[in-house]
Each structure stands twice: as structure tokens, then as C-alpha cells.
């Protein structure tokens, strides 16, 4: 992610020197489609993290009930039964 943000950054440290010196029309299409392209891999990246997150936070709650679960079969086998 870090290395992302840094190719955008440097895509726009090149954008700015192109429109001080005015390098040229070719520059400025090539410079704005691979912002185009970083920008939607970062966000593809970013989203399929927070997916992941989700699906770990997820199968965290799931643990953390099975272990209550577990505890409260516990106690009901131990404690004796009215019946």
C-alpha cells in the first residue's frame, strides 16, 4: 500500500512539473490514465482488506460464542438436574 502511495505521489510531483514547463499533450494522457489505474488498484486493494477484516472479526465472534457455548454445556453437566 505504502508503494502505491508512493508511485501516486510521484505521478503527481510529475503532473505539477508538467504544467509549469508544459511538456507536453502525451504526458498528460499518460500521466492521467496511470492515476486512473493506481487509483482503482488501491481501491480494489483497500476493499478486499476490509473484506478480510470483516470475514477475521467474523470468525473471531464465532470462536469467542463456541467457547461460551462449550463453558455453559459445562455447568449444566455439572450442576445436578431437578428432573
Request: charged share 20%; net charge neutral.
Amino acid at each position: 500500500m505504502f508503494v502505491w502511495c508512493g508511485i501516486l505521489f510521484l505521478l503527481g510531483i510529475a503532473a505539477f512539473m508538467d504544467t509549469i514547463f508544459n511538456y507536453g499533450n502525451i504526458f498528460r494522457q499518460i500521466n492521467s490514465v496511470m492515476f486512473m489505474l493506481i487509483s482503482l488498484g488501491l481501491l480494489m486493494r483497500t476493499t478486499i482488506k476490509m473484506k478480510a477484516r470483516k470475514l477475521e472479526k467474523s470468525e473471531q465472534k464465532v470462536a469467542n460464542l463456541e467457547m461460551k457455548l462449550q463453558n455453559m454445556e459445562e455447568l449444566e453437566e455439572a450442576s445436578p438436574s431437578d428432573f
